[in-house]
């Protein structure tokens, strides 16, 4: 029998984990876990965090060795399902354009939560994380546009990053790596009818449950259960089942091409990733112009259609919704300057100068800017002044974008701002665990993050295994 190209994937994933990891990959490995634990952070202090928490407790009683973000020591299972959902909160956490999803929570969530409990080391753990980022973000670029429309992709395409990322850390054989995947596929689900119905605030669980079916994937594999061998391209495959319309050669071309983790876009708003190229470009008129939101007559902003598919809330009822506003995130900028943390978790939604600003927003999108998508978010932003004057800016690229990548001190700065509860000292523990990874001297060293590095009192230290 031919191989699939599933089997090229698998193959393809066990090929990685032999060759030396050139130094930008560990650089960007460096800046994806300090995204997480940024992320994690920022959701810790949310109401939301602690009930992930308690669902993770309900789910899989008990405790253990991995640490939770918030000061618990749970079970690995437990601990992977609420870092994940917490490390979603927000929105911050790193993002994809051609994947559409979300890759890093998918990727090291399950990694680090089982980092204790087997006693990997540094390198076992980068292979594990390199190896989530590249299934989940080939996965998700095959799948497309279409898909994307409708399941959210996180859900569907991270569960088989983090069945890959467990199966490594767990050092399965290739057989069983293909059944991991396998089970996974099966378990791939995350529909968008919880944005069409407001249920925003369960969008959390999408990655949490990813994580929790993906390790247990590996898990089942480990313990012999059997897969689908074309899970992605058979008739009753994830492409044909799940909307897919993207190139299926993603998933198993390129294989000698840069890891797909130096392809993911490190979020510079705490917002949905969608929104963001309408906010670079007001922020450019702003700072070009020094203009001020009473100068202001109108604004109009043109965006890709898919955009508002997730992001079409036409005004927040609640803290949850204003991620996915428009209106609220552009009105907010050019009422205040900036857009930050605060904005989102207390957001004044009936600001009297607020609402009036808003009303003089129109949204509109353009189908030639889709034809772009999702390769790029195209958006034209025109401001029209009291005085007369039109000023517009077109933004195709989102900072934080390979193309427009953040350096280390600038993602230092990112995680004090995203995250206001982290002290001096959580934030030094941090970001040296996380440069380490850098350097290919620490590879032989224990993957064991502190419990300090997640909120917890030091002397609370879960021991890590032999």
Not at 125 to 136: H, L, W
Request: contains cysteine.
């Amino acid at each position: 029998m031919p191989p699939l190209p599933e089997d090229r994937l698998v193959e393809h994933v066990v090929s990685l984990q032999t060759r030396p990891i050139v130094s930008a990959t560990r650089e960007r490995l460096a800046q994806a876990l300090l995204d997480w634990f940024t992320a994690g952070w920022s959701g810790m202090p949310l109401p939301a965090a602690a009930r992930l928490r308690q669902l993770a407790v309900l789910c899989h009683p008990g405790t253990g060795t991995s640490a939770a973000f918030g000061g618990e020591r749970l079970g690995a299972m437990a601990a992977a399902f609420a870092n994940a959902g917490i490390a979603h909160l927000r929105e911050i956490d790193d993002a994809h354009r051609a994947a559409m999803l979300h890759p890093g929570i998918v990727a090291v969530s399950p990694v680090l939560a089982l980092a204790a409990q087997e006693g990997i080391t540094q390198r076992r753990a980068a292979d594990a994380i390199i190896a989530g980022y590249e299934v989940a973000l080939r996965v998700g670029e095959a799948l497309g546009t279409g898909h994307a429309a409708n399941f959210h992709a996180t859900a569907t395409a991270g569960v088989l990053g983090a069945a890959a990322a467990a199966a490594v850390v767990l050092r399965l054989p290739p057989d069983q790596l293909h059944h991991a995947l396998g089970i996974a596929a099966t378990q791939a689900a995350g529909l968008w009818q919880l944005v069409d119905d407001n249920a925003h605030e369960s969008k959390s669980l999408h990655p949490a449950m990813a994580v929790r079916n993906g390790l247990t994937a590996a898990y089942a594999a480990r313990a012999g259960l059997p897969g689908a061998r074309a899970f992605f391209t058979g008739k009753r495959g994830m492409y044909a089942l799940l909307a897919g319309d993207g190139p299926v050669a993603a998933l198993d071309g390129e294989r000698d091409g840069p890891e797909r983790i130096n392809t993911a876009t490190i979020k510079a708003w705490p917002c949905c990733a969608q929104l963001f190229t309408p906010l670079d470009a007001a922020r450019g008129l702003l700072e070009a112009h020094a203009i001020r939101a009473q100068e202001i007559a109108s604004v109009q902003v043109v965006i890709f259609p898919h955009a508002l598919k997730i992001a079409g809330v036409h005004w927040p009822s609640r803290p949850a919704e204003a991620a996915f506003c428009l209106r609220y995130v552009m009105a907010r900028l050019l009422l205040t300057g900036k857009l930050g943390i605060e904005d989102m978790e207390t957001p004044d939604l009936s600001s009297p100068a607020l609402l009036e600003l808003a009303e003089r927003i129109t949204v509109d999108t353009d189908e030639a800017f889709q034809q772009a998508f999702p390769r790029k978010r195209p958006s034209r932003v025109t401001l029209v002044l009291r005085d007369g004057r039109v000023l517009t800016a077109l933004r195709e690229l989102r900072r934080g974008d390979p193309e427009e990548p953040y350096d280390w001190a600038g993602m230092l700065a990112r995680m004090r701002a995203y995250a206001p509860a982290m002290d001096d000292d959580a934030a030094t523990r941090i970001a040296a665990w996380c440069g380490r990874h850098a350097d290919p001297a620490h590879d032989t060293a224990a993957c064991a993050p502190e419990a300090r590095l997640f909120g917890m009192a030091s002397g609370a230290e879960p021991e890590a295994a032999p």
